[in-house]
Each structure stands twice: as C-alpha cells, then as structure tokens.
C-alpha cells in the first residue's frame, strides 16, 4: 500500500518558519516528480511547489516564490518544503502529492496520482 505522510506543521507566529517533510511508503518515487499544494478554510485546493525527478528543477506559485524551497532527498524517499516569512495568508492544510510514471514536475494538480492526508500549518499575526 503506497503512503505519504506528511509532518512539521504547526503554529508560528508571521515572519517566522517552518519546515515540512513528506516521506513515502510502499513505493519509491525517485523517478517521479513531486509536489506541495495546500487549502485554506473555505478556499479550492492550491498549487503551492513542484520539483522533477532529480531535483534539479524546481516550481512555485507566485505567492510563495522567494519564501518558500522544495527539495527531496530520493534515499530517503522524501520531499521537502521549508517555510520563511511566514504570513497569516499561508494558514491551510498543506498536503503532498506524487506523480506516477511522470518525472517532470506540474503545476496542474489533475497530473499527481498520489497524494498524503495533509499537514496544518497555522500562521498568527
């Protein structure tokens, strides 16, 4: 049974900072692409970041570029988001999601097959 657990939510105050970790069971996902998305209270489900394969390429919302970092380590078969500056905008439930057989990351969240059960990350001003 493929998971993916996500961990490192929590409350901080804004400006502050937070680091995310999703690890995956059951399967690896070194070849496949990866990415965060996140929902806020009474709002649609929400790009956040993608990263390819390897790493070597990386995707952000507008909202989050130059705040937020992607990264993965496929040993250990886990991604990454670390959280800088933190706003109350950011508050939602941030989940993570795989591709399957696809190594190019994508904003479009129709392209991620497996997805974790999510993490709240609550931002106070």
């Known amino acids: 049974q493929v998971q993916l657990v996500e961990s490192g939510g929590g409350l901080v105050q804004a400006g502050g900072s937070l680091r995310l970790s999703c690890t995956a069971s059951?399967?690896?996902?070194?070849?496949?692409?990866m990415c965060w998305l996140r929902q806020a209270p009474g709002k649609e489900r929400e790009f956040v970041a993608t990263i390819n394969w390897n790493g070597g390429t990386t995707d952000y919302a507008d909202s989050v570029e130059g705040r937020f970092t992607i990264s993965r380590d496929n040993a250990k078969n886990t991604v990454y988001l670390q959280l800088n500056s933190l706003k109350p905008e950011d508050t939602a439930v941030y989940y993570c999601?795989?591709?399957?057989?696809?190594?190019?990351?994508?904003?479009?969240?129709?392209?991620?097959?497996?997805w974790g059960q999510g993490t709240q990350v609550t931002v106070s001003s």
């Open positions: 999601a795989a591709r399957r057989y696809g190594a190019i990351g994508s904003s479009e969240l129709r392209d991620y097959y497996y």
């Open positions: 059951g399967r690896t996902f070194s070849t496949d692409a």
